[in-house]
Each structure stands twice: as C-alpha cells, then as structure tokens.
T-cell receptor, first 113, second 112 residues
Framework: QKEVEQNSGPLSVPEGAIASLNCTYSDRGSQSFFWYRQYSGKSPELIMFIYSNGDKEDGRFTAQLNKASQYVSLLIRDSQPSDSATYLC?????????????FGTGTKLQVIP | DAGITQSPRYKITETGRQVTLMCHQTWSHSYMFWYRQDLGHGLRLIYYSAAADITDKGEVPDGYVVSRSKTENFPLTLESATRSQTSVYFCASAPETGGGYTFGSGTRLTVV
C-alpha cells in the first residue's frame, strides 16, 4: 500500500464547475496535510495546508480533512482553464524533530473551456 | 533575488562522470531538501538537511552525496552518474516552524 494515494486522472471538468480531488494516506499518526499545484514543466507550488479535521477555505479552494477516514480532499470552485495542472497531495509526520513529508503521485486536472 | 534558486536548469552528462547540482536559498530556512521526480514515482526524497552541517538520508540516497557548510547552500553531487539518475531534481526549503515547502525551479538532468 502506498503511503499517499491519489487517482492519477486525468480528471476533466467543465469551466465553472467544482473540481474535487481526493487523497488517502496510510499512517494514522500523520499530522499535516498539503496540496501543491504543479504546471507541466514547472515546480510544485503550495496552495493549501490543513492540520485539523474539517474544512479550510482560501478563495476558490477548500481543503477537507477527515483523520478518522485518513482522507484529504481539495475542492476547486468555479474551475478555470488556468487551474489545469497536476495536483499533489502531501502528508507530513513528525519524526525525531523533523517533519517527514511524503508526496502522492498527483492527479492531473483538465478544465475544459 | 529572494527565493530559492537551482542551477543549472538543464544538464546533459555522460555515464560515470561526477556532476553537482546547486541550490541556494535566501530565507535562512533551516530545512533544505533534494527530491527527484520521475513518471510513476512522483517526488522521492534523496537527502535532507535540518541545519548547516546536519544532513540525513531520504528514501533514495544511493549514488548521491550532499553537503551543507552554509545555511543557504545545499549542493547535490552525483559521484558517478548512471542512466537511472536521469530525472528532474528539485531542491526545496522550509522554516523550522513548519508549514509547506518552497521548491526551486528544478534541474532536468539527462545521463547518456
């Protein structure tokens, strides 16, 4: 079982729709959860992080965390063609004073105009 | 310029040669990391550093060497490059207080 699992996609949504990206993780001790966006040929860019159960909203983005189900999701409202990218889920676990972060392989999102 | 910079952006080298990838950050972040990104594997940690002169292995350290004599620099050396080390390499940094990583723009390395 992979430590952080994501559906590779592509996930195709029409412009203006809600895109829902999902991620599961295996280590119940995980404490921090991140979503990165990576455009083709570019480096990952942090867009959201969440530490507590529930929802966290930032503009059009909402991160959702359910530790009991070991599940993290990212909702993108009013999706735009510029949101087309690969979204990486990352999970952090404190290990000897160091936050070990494990990345999923990413979900490719395509927003269709 | 403020931020995290990697050099070179692209590198082609021959099997068996030594090559060093550079990473420089201007935030005085405590933590620095080297990842490689390959199709199907995602981002895999090679080495990380918690501070100057403190480094430790990640998931895939074999064939790589790192050093961190100054907080701002974290070079990655491939001692004897192999074709399996063809990849995109990302350097990242993070403050001691936690939070997400900031990545450099990456180095695309091809070993022929």
């Amino acid at each position: 079982q992979k430590e952080v699992e994501q559906n590779s996609g592509p996930l195709s949504v029409p412009e203006g729709a809600i895109a829902s990206l999902n991620c599961t993780y295996s280590d119940r001790g995980s404490q921090s959860f991140f979503w990165y966006r990576q455009y083709s040929g570019k480096s990952p860019e942090l867009i959201m992080f969440i530490y507590s159960n529930g929802d966290k909203e930032d503009g059009r983005f909402t991160a959702q965390l359910n530790k009991a189900s070991q599940y993290v999701s990212l909702l993108i409202r009013d999706s735009q063609p510029s949101d087309s990218a690969t979204y990486l889920c990352a999970v952090g676990l404190n290990s000897g004073g160091y936050q070990k972060v494990t990345f999923g392989t990413g979900t490719k999102l395509q927003v269709i105009p | 310029d403020a931020g995290i910079t990697q050099s070179p952006r692209y590198k082609i080298t021959e099997t068996g040669r030594q090559v060093t990838l550079m990473c420089h950050q201007t935030w005085s972040h405590s933590y620095m990391f080297w990842y490689r990104q390959d199709l199907g594997h995602g981002l895999r940690l090679i080495y990380y550093s918690a501070a100057a002169d403190i480094t430790d292995k990640g998931e895939v350290p074999d064939g790589y060497v790192v050093s961190r004599s100054k907080t701002e620099n974290f070079p990655l050396t491939l001692e004897s490059a192999t074709r399996s080390q063809t990849s995109v390499y990302f350097c990242a940094s993070a403050p001691e207080t936690g939070g997400g990583y900031t990545f450099g723009s990456g180095t695309r390395l091809t070993v022929v």
